[in-house]
């Protein structure tokens, strides 16, 4: 159920296009990566996991790899109608594997401590609150650095 976009999947298109759609339902402009994934997405170091309910996208997590030793999550969420059904942890899940098996040492996101479901899906995962960036997303809206580390060999 979980797929990763490629770039030569013949359903491509049809993937961002759902994704950016749901994109603009769910986030403010100030927080919507809409405008720029397919740019984001045709850089080397992002990728895209996506959840596939017949047919149809209901859930997307992407991250990029800011260097050899560390990752962030930029996006995580789940259509309305399919929460609370485990997407957005088995999601999320298959990210940190992504990261894991790239000997990434460090992940990190940001979130607006008011998104109670994902503060606690983060914390459930183990991430940890780093700072509390005032202002991070729009004049009123602020966030958290939260970050994973796995453990060095
Ligand atoms: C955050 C989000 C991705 C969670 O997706 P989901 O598929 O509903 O979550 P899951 O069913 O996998 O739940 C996993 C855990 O998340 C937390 N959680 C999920 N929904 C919650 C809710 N409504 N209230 C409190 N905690 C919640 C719980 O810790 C839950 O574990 P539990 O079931 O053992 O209690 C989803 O609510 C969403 O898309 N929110 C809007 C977008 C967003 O905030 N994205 C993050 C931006 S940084």
Not at 31 to 50: Q, R, V
Request: charged content about 30%.
């Amino acid at each position: 159920m979980i797929v990763e976009l490629h770039r030569s999947a013949t359903n491509y298109a049809e993937v961002v296009e759902e994704t950016v759609k749901l994109e603009r339902k769910l986030f403010p402009k100030h927080e919507s990566l809409a405008k720029s994934f397919d740019e984001e997405l045709k850089k080397k170091n992002s990728g895209l996991l996506y959840v596939d309910l017949d047919g149809q996208v209901v859930a997307y997590v992407m991250y990029s790899w800011l260097s050899s030793l560390s990752a962030s999550i930029t996006k995580l969420a789940v259509k309305e109608s399919c929460r609370k059904r485990g997407h957005g942890e088995a999601l999320l899940n298959a990210a940190i594997e992504k990261c894991r098996t790239r000997n990434i040492k460090r992940i990190s996101l940001h979130v607006d401590p008011l998104r109670t479901p994902a503060m606690n899906l983060y914390k459930k995962l183990g991430f940890k609150i780093d700072t509390f960036i005032q202002g991070y997303y729009s004049s009123d809206r602020s966030a958290y650095r939260m970050y994973l580390d796995f453990d060095i060999e």
